[in-house]
């Protein structure tokens, strides 16, 4: 029968069975998923597992801290945290194509965690053994919509799915890759993942980066920061988050309208607000947050952003629009 319990004990004993007796390691985005994989993993093979957190200057406020301190605490996984903002700002600098971006993001993570194996690892190369295996949080529709189950067309590269290099020296353990994502949360809970963790909405890999219509740049990076932040604590202040699969806010760095603020006229950039009611993020509704909740948020980001001086609602299901704007 289908229970939790007996999911998580079955996906432990496949990646038992896997992994046997090699190395892996295991990238953590900040998500659900990744962090559940982890969890899965760590109670397969214990400490011969390492978690790898990059940092890749693209996470939402304290996001990072909710890995280093919750995560940590929760599983007692061995964590290696990678600063490589500074890189992966270089390497997206210029470039405003989603799928060029999702692929640079992809490529920079391999690259981040081959780093990583080397520093982190190198005593234990130096005895010979080999990080043979990369644990990834891929789930069911990320398998679907790249083409990876059922021969579909790909819609979107998910960098956690397409955009690995050829000649990637890993094998993939990807225990989550038949199931959902209340099934996910019902096997992290199973776990002893905290609600912090479990019931956290869906961020993409890519962070912000598919978040910002245009070019990446840390300017509108710390700014989409502060508007991503109101309308996140707005939205837990208004009891809303159960209604909200998730809430992408998104900058439009390229598009400018006028408008008055303080004593003077601006030319700034609209806010989009994105709340979508969805089962499995294949199909989603757009979300009727009340007007009010709506005009807090949009008044405390004009408020607080200088750069914005708009605030947008998007009104428009899944299909035809995806849930991120890139
Ligand atoms: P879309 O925009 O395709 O998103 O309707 C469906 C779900 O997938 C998330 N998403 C991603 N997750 N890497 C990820 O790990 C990606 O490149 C990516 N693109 C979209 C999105 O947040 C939503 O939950």
Redesign the pocket.
């Known amino acids: 029968t289908w229970t939790a319990a007996n999911i998580a004990d079955a996906l432990v004993e496949q990646v038992r069975t896997q992994i046997g007796d090699g190395l892996a390691i295991c990238g953590l985005s900040g998500g659900v998923d990744s962090a559940v994989a982890a969890a899965l993993v760590q109670r397969a093979i214990g400490d011969r597992l390492t978690c790898v957190f990059v940092d890749h200057g693209l996470l939402r406020a304290g996001e990072r801290e909710q890995v280093q301190q919750d995560f940590v605490a929760a599983t007692g996984a061995r964590l290696v945290t990678v600063d490589a903002e500074e890189t992966f700002l270089r390497e997206l600098s210029g470039v405003s194509d989603p799928e060029a971006k ?1 692929k640079i993001i992809g490529r920079e993570f391999i690259r981040s965690f081959e780093g990583a194996i080397t520093d982190v690892l190198g005593d234990r190369a130096a005895h010979g053994d080999k990080v043979d295996f990369l644990v990834q949080g891929t789930l069911y ?2 398998v679907v ?1 790249s083409g990876g189950g059922s021969g579909t067309a790909n ?2 590269s ?3 799915v397409g955009g690995l290099p050829e000649d990637l020296e890993f094998s993939l353990v990807e225990p989550l890759r038949l199931l959902f994502k209340d099934e996910v949360r019902a096997v992290g809970r199973e776990l002893g993942l905290p609600e912090e963790i479990v019931a956290r909405q ?5 962070g912000l980066a ?1 978040r910002i219509v245009g070019e990446v740049t840390g300017e509108r990076l710390a700014l989409l920061r502060k508007a991503d932040l109101i309308a996140r604590e707005e939205l837990t202040t208004a009891g809303l988050d159960n209604q909200i699969w ?1 809430c ?1 806010v998104v900058l439009l760095a390229d598009v400018r309208s006028v408008g008055v603020q303080g004593d003077g006229r601006t030319y700034g950039h609209p806010i989009v607000l994105r709340p979508v009611s969805s089962e499995d ?1 294949m199909t989603a509704d757009w979300t009727r947050i009340p007007y009010e909740v709506l005009e807090i948020i949009s008044t405390r980001i004009t408020n607080e952003v200088p750069e914005v001086n708009r605030v947008v609602l998007d009104v428009t299901s ?1 299909p035809p629009g ?3 704007w890139e």
Do not use: L, M, V
């Not at 869906?202 to 890519?206: A, E, Q, R, T, V």
């Open positions: 999702r529709p990320d919509e819609i979107k998910h960098h956690n869906p961020f993409p890999g890519p598919i998730q992408p993020a899944k995806t849930i991120e």
